[in-house]
Each structure stands twice: as C-alpha cells, then as structure tokens.
C-alpha cells in the first residue's frame, strides 16, 4: 500500500522559508520520480516541481523556479520541497506524488500559509 506522509507547513511571513518533507512507503521509492503538487482555496490543483529517481533532472513551474528546490533522500525514501522567498500566492495544500504504476496516491497534504 502506498503512503506518502507530507509534514513541514505552516504559516510564515512574505518573503520567508520553509521546508516541506514527504515520507514515502509501500513501494521501491527509489524507482520511481516523485512530484509536489499545491491546491489553492477554489483552485485547480497545480504542478509544482518534479525530480527524476536519483536527482539527475529536476523541473519546477515557472512560478516558482528560482525559489523552490525539490531534492530526494532515496536512502531515508523522503522528498523535500525547499522553499524560500515565499509570496502570500504561494498559499495552498501542498501534495507529494508518486509516479507509480496504478491509481493516483495522494497524502493528507500539508498546509502553507504565506501572509503578514
């Protein structure tokens, strides 16, 4: 059974950093390329950044490139989201997801707050 535990939201001020953390289990995480996703109050939910099995390739949407780095531990089966320079849009639920074979497989989400 996939897992993914997200943890690491909270609320912070404009122009702040958090680091989001995604703990992953029931599969071989190590095989597979793990996204963020986020979903703002009355929207859709949207791609934020994606990261190849061992690092080798990362993408990120144009909304948040330069600010967000997403990295993997493959040892400890847990993506990052390292976010800095946080704007009040950047406020939503943030998702990791696993690009396994099979149905979607979504955590709980962990919510960021960016406001003053």
């Known amino acids: 059974q996939v897992q993914l535990v997200e943890s690491g939201g909270g609320l912070v001020q404009p122009g702040g950093s958090l680091r989001l953390s995604c703990a992953a289990s029931?599969?071989?995480?190590?095989?597979?390329?793990m996204s963020w996703y986020r979903q703002a109050p009355g929207k859709e939910r949207e791609l934020v950044a994606t990261i190849t099995t061992a690092g080798g390739s990362r993408n990120y949407a144009d909304s948040v490139k330069g600010r967000f780095t997403i990295s993997r531990n493959n040892a400890k089966n847990t993506v990052y989201l390292q976010m800095h320079s946080l704007k009040p849009e950047d406020t939503a639920v943030y998702y990791c997801?696993?690009?396994?074979?099979?149905?979607?497989?979504w955590g709980q989400g962990t919510q960021v707050t960016v406001s003053s």
């Open positions: 997801y696993a690009h396994v074979p099979g149905p979607d497989y």
């Open positions: 029931g599969f071989t995480f190590s095989s597979y390329a």
